[in-house]
């Protein structure tokens, strides 16, 4: 008499650990900073506010630059390649890509705005 209770108990047992992973995949997780991906560089809008050709620096007024979780704000950006300084001139708007490299805000593309 006791095999028959056996074997349901068993079988509860084996059924629950069978579903209850499938259970735990279907809720849905809360993200968290650390599961987040970051975002991609995007272009951002700003504003020409002063070229210095002889450092190799462009003040810009930007945008929020979200890949990088920066307010917007006014700023001197260094520029990867100093002939970038030869497409803007001040007052201009423009498009422009800006990464961290080593912690240093480096400028690597400028577009006119559309």
């Known amino acids: 008499m006791m095999k028959p209770t056996f074997q349901c108990l068993a079988g509860a047992v084996l059924a629950a650990s ?3 992973p499938l259970g735990a995949r279907a809720q849905p997780q809360a993200e968290t ?6 975002q991609a560089a995007a272009l951002t809008d700003g504003e020409v506010r002063k070229i ?3 450092a190799g620096k462009l ?3 930007h945008g929020e630059i979200t890949h990088l979780d920066m307010p917007g704000m006014t700023m001197a950006f260094p520029v990867r390649d100093k002939a970038l300084l030869e497409s803007v001139e001040v007052g201009q708007k423009i498009r422009f890509m800006v990464v961290s490299e080593g912690g240093r805000m480096v400028v690597t593309d400028i577009q006119p705005a559309p």
């Open 18 to 20: 069978v579903l209850a």
């Open 33 to 38: 900073a650390s599961t987040q991906a970051p």
């Open 52 to 54: 210095d050709k002889e």
């Open 59 to 61: 003040t810009i007024r």
